[in-house]
């Protein structure tokens, strides 16, 4: 049996409501993947329309858990970083970063910090400028449409998108620093909803679609995020990742839809674990 291969996820606790960590830590887990945790904060829930959340920052534990980690010799395959409370933690993660970098580890930044158009509750517009920072160091980001456009300083668009605008905002987010860029929340028209990718040294665009599911599903960019670092640490390539993690969301989404779950409480990603499985080739 081979040695797992490890990954370090970066992101904040929410007790309840399906994000960050409570949605990392088994899917990677799931998938094959060692999983160290690095959590940021911990909350009572997310803070995406749920009212009076408690809010512990752990700020002050980073650099002495970077530290210790790093005085044990350990390697990861890659690092996952999701939702970073402040400047102080984007310069916190930096330095993990530096400390944990190697020739052929991945560092896949999901720049946690707005969807719909609208920023996160927590967060100012000039947040966006320290997340732009942070994605320089990264080999692949996981924007959504609302982060990309905070990130490269335009104009939020509400779609539906053309194919010229979505492989330019493709290039121009990759110039920022990382060789991919996977784009979510892409779609031509009201029937499918995916994800775009782009790998500059391929110079490629592809993209993966399902069919849309109405509604707004909280949580979900972190489904995508695990499932997509899930499939490329099992050896799939960008495209057929994205395709894996567009179709894992999707059906995670349809199964909170049909059970009339509260949107904000998260997707049902734990019953679709077995067909994340199957597309990874890991059971029949
Ligand atoms: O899923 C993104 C996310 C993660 N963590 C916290 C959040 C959100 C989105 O609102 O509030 C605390």
């Not at 592809?206 to 490329?232: C, I, K, M, Q």
Request: hydrophobic share 45%.
């Amino acid at each position: 049996m081979k040695q797992l291969k490890r990954v370090a996820a970066i992101h904040d606790i929410s007790g309840f409501g399906k994000c960050s960590l409570t949605v990392a830590l088994p899917i990677l887990s799931a998938a094959g993947l060692e999983t160290a945790v690095l959590p940021t904060a911990v909350l009572s829930t997310h803070t995406g329309g749920i009212e009076g959340f408690t809010y512990r920052d752990l700020t002050e534990d980073i650099a002495s858990i970077t530290a210790h980690w790093k005085s044990l010799n350990i390697r990861f395959d890659a690092v996952y970083t999701g939702f970073l409370g402040s400047f102080e933690q984007l310069d916190l993660v930096t330095r993990f970063f530096d400390e944990f970098k190697t020739a052929d580890n991945l560092i896949l930044v999901d720049p946690v910090m707005a969807d719909n158009g609208e920023l996160y509750t927590i967060f100012t517009p000039e947040f966006a400028v320290g997340m732009r920072k942070l994605c320089e160091k990264a080999d692949i980001i996981v924007p959504n449409l609302t982060e990309a456009a905070l990130l490269l300083g335009e104009k939020y668009n509400p779609g539906p998108y053309t194919e010229e605008y979505i492989e330019k905002t493709l290039r121009k987010l990759s110039r920022l620093g990382p060789q991919k860029v996977v784009l979510t929340g892409v779609f031509f028209d009201d029937n499918q909803l995916g994800a775009a990718t782009y790998d500059a040294k391929t110079n490629e665009v592809a993209y993966a679609f399902e069919e849309r599911v109405p509604g707004y599903f909280h949580g979900t960019g972190d489904v995508f995020g695990s499932a997509l670092l899930s499939a490329l640490l099992n050896d799939l390539s960008l495209n057929e990742a994205a395709a894996i993690a567009v179709r894992f969301t999707t059906s995670s989404i349809r199964k909170t839809a049909e059970a009339g779950t509260d949107i904000r409480f998260g997707v049902n990603f734990e019953h679709t674990i077995p067909e994340l499985l199957k597309d990874l080739k890991l059971i029949k």
